[in-house]
């Protein structure tokens, strides 16, 4: 009797013996009707039987039941005397391959959901539909499926990097910008290891690719007849960066713009109604380490200035829309620290934990070296220096907020006053207009007729993304000219753009974008992701390559 095809491949020569439904699911007894078998070393056929065993192999489910096939086989003697083998198992072809525990069909499947899914979502995906694999076992599936062969490519690619562990170890990714496929997954990003892939590739004609000089470098050496072009989104990048760097240098043009901005009828009220009291401490050349924002030490000055004329915390709070906390931290340091550079040590005690019991206990008549074996013997962990330190500034805030609260009745009400940090400037001065809030193109319109620097310096960036867009021969020469001048605030940048001319220019007046590319990386991150750590490289590289054919 033959089996179904829907149960056991009809190419194999087999007899149903017996079908039993058992828990977990259904076991097919069956036996070899092969009349012969071959020798797997000198290929001669044999009928002689040697012995009998049986052989249990996994198959796919059946209404969603687990399958075991039970085959009893045979071994058969080799009638070749000059061959090393004597006995030999019985062989079924491809379908049952030497020492495989499953059909070839159940491999395949495995392998294709090992490939879309990974190890652990796949093995999770193989036990719900009724064919149990380990997450081991769906990867070492995945491992044994040959690589695709190294087919030719269209001639238009795009290359980009990517991070197998971000900051550390990082690879390069090729794509077919026709086919819209990735072509290979290189493990490095270096000018060597693109080359030598290049190499292989003479048909390779055009590279799209980002600024960075080792893949310049990479494609000069490995296709020197290629055309590069340059991503048209990182040099958008790129020009946002000098843009903002710009502003950082004109940081004190934007702390008077905030200033007059939200205040235009109160630039020198303060200054006249709320002279400074004698021995409060003052702000003038206020102290300032590292790279600081203008917002932020825009708002850190203004917090001082206004807590030393009286006003409250919450108040300040409210006028700067910032947090109490933030502008309590303001009006305690004596410098502001960039938020790149480690904290002072100073801070690293558990000083505050005795702040209060300090203020009360500080009286004319007691001494720090008092005060500091009393809270010494509470748990404070920090040195007498840096007890010091710490209780003169709260001195200094106690004296100050003392003074202060003498005048809060006559305190001025201030409107809030509004600030923007130089990321979100550049965004707004290299944004389009019409998607700009009303507030923000008032500021910036204002920001223009007090700094025409900037404003010349925002004109020029503009033109720089429209040569994208019209696409004209010969602008970006036009265009360099202008901003290679002395007087340009974008000289940095115009001198990279002018190192790297073919393949900017190439950007310009050419369609091809590196935004495909982009997309495949996207990809690969979600793969990667989904692998759970255990994704090598030569593994991750086989199962981007499939997913991508």
Known sequence: MIIASFIVPTNLKLTQTRLVCQSPGLVIMAASSQ?????????????????????????????????????????????????????????????????????????????KLGLELGGNKGSAICKAIGYPASPSSVLRTVKQIPLPPNIKTSGTIGVDDWAYKK?????????????????????????????????????VHTVSRDRASAYSLGVRNGAPQAVQVSDRFHLLVNLRDAFQKMLYKQSKVLRESFNEYSNPDQKEVLAEELPVLPGSPSITGTQVIGNISSERQFKFEKAKELHQQGYKVKTIARILQAGNKTVRKYIQLD???????????????????????LIEGFLPAVTYKSLYKSIQQQGFNGKYSQFCENMNR???????????????????????????????????ALGKENKLKSKDQEFLDFLYNKSPEIKAAADLALRFKELFQ???????????????????QLKGFAKGIKGDFEAV??????????????????????????????????????????NSG
Request: a positive charge; aromatic letters at 8%; glycine letters at 6%.
């Open 35 to 111: 009349k012969r078998s071959f020798c797997p070393c000198c290929h001669k056929s044999s009928k002689s039987i040697h012995s009998r065993y049986e052989r249990i192999l996994s198959d796919l489910p059946v209404s969603g039941k687990e399958v075991k096939v039970i085959i009893e086989s045979r071994k058969f003697f080799c009638k070749n005397g000059k061959c090393k083998r004597k006995i030999f198992t019985e062989r079924f072809g491809s379908e049952i391959g030497p020492y495989r525990r499953c059909f070839d069909r159940y491999v395949k499947l495995v392998g």
């Open 167 to 203: 900051g550390r170890n990082y690879g390069t990714i090729i794509v077919d910008l026709e086919s819209r496929k990735v072509v290979d997954l290189l493990p490095d990003r270096e000018a060597g290891t693109l080359a030598r892939w290049l190499g292989t590739h003479p048909e």
């Open 335 to 357: 410098i502001l620290h960039s938020r790149q550079t480690s904290v002072n040590s100073l801070q690293e005690t558990n000083f505050d934990r005795f702040r209060s019991q």
């Open 394 to 428: 709260l001195v200094k805030v106690k004296t100050s907020s003392d003074t202060a609260k003498l005048k809060r009745g006559n305190l001025p009400k201030l409107a809030p006053i509004q600030t923007w940090s130089t990321s979100k400037l550049a965004f707004m």
């Open 470 to 488: 019209n696409k004209t021969e010969g602008s970006l020469d036009s265009w360099l000219q202008d901003a290679l001048l002395p007087e340009s």
């Open 505 to 546: 220019n190439q950007a310009v007046i050419s369609s091809i974008s590196n935004g495909q590319v982009e997309g495949q990386v996207n990809k690969l991150k979600n793969i990667k992701r989904r692998m759970y750590g255990r994704a090598s490289f030569q593994l991750l590289r086989k199962i981007v390559l499939f």
